[in-house]
Nanobody
Framework: QVQVVESGGGLVQAGGSLRLSCSAS????????MGWYRQHTGKQREPVAD???????NYTDSVKGRFTISRTNAGHTIYLQMNDLKTDDTGVYYC??????????WGQGTQVTVSA
């Protein structure tokens, strides 16, 4: 069973930076995608960024140029460097791992709060 654990959320002022980390362990396929979703209070979970095992990255438009997703050479830990944070970035950030052609596994979520 795959386990996904996030860390690194917190409170920051607008314009500041945070780095989220996420590690996965267990039944991980070589071909997989890891990434982040976020959920604002009262809204649906939305994608933020993802990265494949081969390093291909995708970002939602609202974070392009501000957020950077990366992963370790071993491939099972990812980071989300978030710069120039805005109040709209506030939410619970969930990390996931999706084994290609198979299941998706989620972390428990980490709160990011950006104050004005």
């Amino acid at each position: 069973q795959v386990q996904v654990v996030e860390s690194g959320g917190g409170l920051v002022q607008a314009g500041g930076s945070l780095r989220l980390s996420c590690s996965a362990s267990g039944g991980i396929f070589w071909r997989n995608t890891m990434g982040w979703y976020r959920q604002h209070t009262g809204k649906q979970r939305e994608p933020v960024a993802d990265i494949t095992r081969l390093g291909r990255r995708n970002y939602t438009d609202s974070v392009k140029g501000r957020f950077t997703i990366s992963r370790t050479n071993a491939g099972h830990t990812i980071y989300l460097q978030m710069n120039d944070l805005k109040t709209d970035d506030t939410g619970v950030y969930y990390c996931y791992l999706r084994n290609e052609g198979s299941s998706t596994y989620w972390g428990q979520g980490t709160q990011v709060t950006v104050s004005a």
